[in-house]
């Protein structure tokens, strides 16, 4: 069984994928590029955090700090 914090990782980067792309072919400034935009960095925020959190239950975590 997965863990409810990967499927949430999973979700984000997948939500985060789609809205960048769909943010790039709107036009710069309309409401709808803005929306996508906030989509994208919510996302973003929430596969980072996400991950960092993972990084730390694996016990990985010079991750957490960007070393290899």
Do not use: E, Y
């Amino acid at each position: 069984m997965r863990s409810p914090i990967l499927d949430l990782h999973i979700v984000a980067g997948t939500l985060g994928r789609l809205s960048g792309f769909v943010a790039v072919f709107l036009r710069k400034g309309s409401r709808r590029h803005g929306l996508a935009g906030t989509v994208f960095v919510i996302a973003m925020l929430c596969l980072s955090a996400s991950g960092m959190f993972l990084a730390i239950l694996k016990s990985q975590a010079a991750i957490f700090w960007g070393a290899p």
